[in-house]
């Protein structure tokens, strides 16, 4: 039975999603603003967009090591202000010299954000001993589409810098709010099993897979969204950014029923239909002719590849022996390397189009579909290796 602390700090948990997703739509729907103020060809804006998944990777790896040490509480109030600080400077930089270091400093906070949130979303699920991370993701996606939905209404109204701006103030608030109540690491780590630790490397291949798989996507959609929408459907400022807005909708819906459908389906089965889903929805953009067709599409892609990040991490959680993070950290390595992955995907919009260059997430999210029975409860490392020490 949960006690008024382990809903406390679920309640902070909560909003350290939604901050994150509200600082991280701002910033990706102005993609194509960002483009067009620094005049950037899609070959050099894929190159400066690297720049956040590798350095989000360093922030990661830093993160799991503080938070072995000093728990991912303290990294949480300490990166995600600096994040909302890098999406308002990145908003009013006047060139490209002085983007670069938002960027940066976006990138490393992203990381070390992303890590520590799960590891506090899965040490409150190991405390109420049931699903929930689903709805952790959920708060993260309303807040994104709240954060697409305000660019939209002030695109044509006001600055750049003031729309990326304004949001980031809320979002500090959230974080220095969240910060004192979230999980302590006496609350994150269980006592270590009998026995030696080990790590379940083979039961955890399927997770990171499907983890990069998916993040292939989601960087093409959060990075290519807003130009695929401009450039091929030829949409007005105040139309391109309902494609993520229907991304992040559609992904909250599903994670909204998310974890009572894991409850009664069960995890593989969840990502089984998803990845169907987001096969079809990759295919829709792939084809679409017209602004609402593609719009839709986009939504399918967000019906389809809502479950994939809560079960990844939970799953990651599981089979953890320990509860010490380690299997979170790795899973979470993977967003970022399938992040490079669709942000590279860029040169293959600059070389052919950026329909071809949506193709390849959709085979790819079909490849989920057979990745899907790894994420069985059940499922255990057939011969586990030593556990890594920090």
């Not at 938070?67 to 009013?92: D, E, T, Y």
């Not at 709010?177 to 009998?194: H, I, W």
């Not at 229907?246 to 819906?253: D, H």
């Not at 970022?336 to 329909?355: D, Q």
């Amino acid at each position: 039975m949960p006690t008024p602390r382990d809903r406390q700090a679920r309640i902070a948990t909560f909003v350290v999603y939604a901050v994150q997703g509200l600082s991280f739509a701002t910033l990706l729907v102005q993609v194509a603003n960002l483009q067009n103020r620094h005049g950037l060809s899609e070959g050099e804006l894929t190159l400066l967009l690297l720049i956040v998944p590798v350095l989000a990777g360093v922030g990661s790896v830093l993160a799991g090591s503080l938070a072995g040490r000093l728990g991912s509480r303290r990294v949480l109030r300490l990166a995600q202000p600096l994040v909302a600080v890098a999406v308002a400077g990145a908003g009013f930089a006047p060139n490209v010299p002085l983007l670069l270091p938002a960027l940066v400093l976006f990138g490393l906070g992203v990381g070390a954000v992303d890590a520590g949130m799960n590891m506090q979303g899965v040490a409150v699920e190991r405390r109420y001993a049931r699903p929930v991370l689903n709805g952790f993701h959920c708060l993260w996606s309303l807040a994104s589409v709240l954060g697409a939905l305000w660019v939209s209404a002030t695109a044509e109204s006001l600055p750049m810098g003031v729309i990326m701006a304004a949001p980031m103030v809320l979002a500090v608030a959230g974080s220095l709010y969240a910060g004192p109540r979230l999980c302590p690491p006496e609350e994150e780590t269980v006592p270590a099993a009998a026995g030696p630790r080990t790590f379940p490397w083979r039961a955890i291949v399927p997770l990171c897979l499907a983890m990069a798989f998916l993040y292939v996507g989601d960087a093409v959609i959060s990075n290519f969204n807003s130009v695929y929408m401009e450039d091929v459907l030829l949409a007005s400022p105040a139309v391109v950014p309902l494609a993520y807005a229907a991304y992040q909708a559609t992904t909250l819906l599903v994670r909204l029923g998310g974890d009572l459908a894991v409850r009664r389906y069960g995890p593989a089965a969840i990502v089984r239909v998803g990845g169907a889903v987001a096969t079809l929805g990759f295919a829709g953009i792939v084809l679409a002719q017209n602004q609402p067709l593609g719009i839709v599409a986009f939504g399918l892609t967000g019906i389809g590849l809502a479950v994939v990040a809560p079960q990844s991490f939970s799953a990651a959680g599981r089979l953890d022996p320990t509860g010490s993070g380690v299997a979170i950290a790795v899973v979470n390595l993977f967003n970022y390397v399938g992040f490079i992955l669709g942000a590279m995907l860029g040169l293959v919009a600059e070389l052919t189009s950026l329909r071809v260059a949506f193709a390849v997430p959709l085979v790819l999210a079909a490849g989920i579909i057979l990745l899907a029975r790894g994420f069985e409860p059940a499922a255990r490392p057939a011969s586990p290796q030593p556990y890594p020490q920090p």
